[in-house]
């Protein structure tokens, strides 16, 4: 992966989060005792996607990380675009022609002890489900990098007055789950045991006052 100048990124998070916080004012729990208060070394951060505020939300919920996100090239057209998505750590993949490439600067900045931020719904959720299915590129990265996937939950606020509310679960190591060599039945159920977690989250979340 190609090296960034991280300045503007961090001068925007370091002066952003407050006004950022105030705004969004996210109620973070963890599932259990067995989530870390604090997500250390590579891992890919697998959420949900309610909103287009999400990406602000998963970067409140782990301010003490500098994160790297996977964004469509659909998002980027414009010079302007372009420029925002690369001073905000966005890895640009293309949805319909994922290429190797892609997938490798994943996978590097994984393995340089990076947090990913991947939302394997695909886009933002407009079925009207509590978590729609889940596409397995997540699945990939984790197994491609030997990273551990940390699922997390946002819950739409349900006025704009009101707190959101996110969850964290415990993370998942994808290659001691379905081995070094898994067949695509391998993968769909990881995916789909993923997809669950993410449903357990929900419910726990609910469950939240």
């Known amino acids: 992966m190609k090296k960034r100048?991280?300045?503007?990124?961090?001068?925007?998070?370091?002066?952003?989060?407050?006004?950022?916080?105030?705004w969004v004012r996210p109620k973070v729990k963890r599932l259990?005792?067995?989530?870390p208060k604090r997500i250390k070394g590579g891992v890919l951060i697998a959420s949900n996607h309610p909103t287009f505020i999400d990406p602000v939300t998963v970067h409140l919920t782990f301010w003490y990380r500098r994160?790297?996100?996977?964004?469509?090239?659909?998002?980027?057209?414009?010079?302007?675009?372009?420029?925002?998505?690369?001073?905000?750590?966005?890895?640009?993949?293309?949805?319909?022609?994922?290429?190797?490439?892609?997938?490798?600067?994943v996978c590097d900045a994984l393995k340089s002890e990076k947090a990913v931020v991947i939302f394997p719904e695909g886009g933002v959720n407009k079925t009207g489900q509590q978590v729609a299915s889940f596409k397995s590129g997540a699945i990939l990265m984790a197994h491609m990098s030997k990273k551990p996937i940390v699922p997390m939950y946002i819950k739409k606020a349900e006025r704009w007055y009101k707190r959101t509310k996110v969850v964290v679960g415990e993370p998942i190591d994808v290659v001691k789950m379905i081995g070094e060599r898994p067949t695509m039945a391998d993968i769909d159920r990881a995916c789909q045991y993923l997809h669950d977690k993410e449903v357990e989250l929900a419910d726990f979340c609910n469950k939240i006052k």
């Open 5 to 22: 100048n991280t300045f503007c990124y961090d001068f925007v998070k370091v002066t952003g989060i407050i006004p950022a916080y105030i």
């Open 32 to 35: 259990n005792k067995d989530v």
């Open 67 to 105: 994160l790297y996100s996977i964004a469509t090239k659909d998002l980027s057209r414009t010079k302007l675009r372009a420029f925002f998505f690369n001073i905000a750590n966005c890895i640009l993949i293309d949805k319909k022609n994922m290429s190797m490439r892609a997938m490798h600067d």
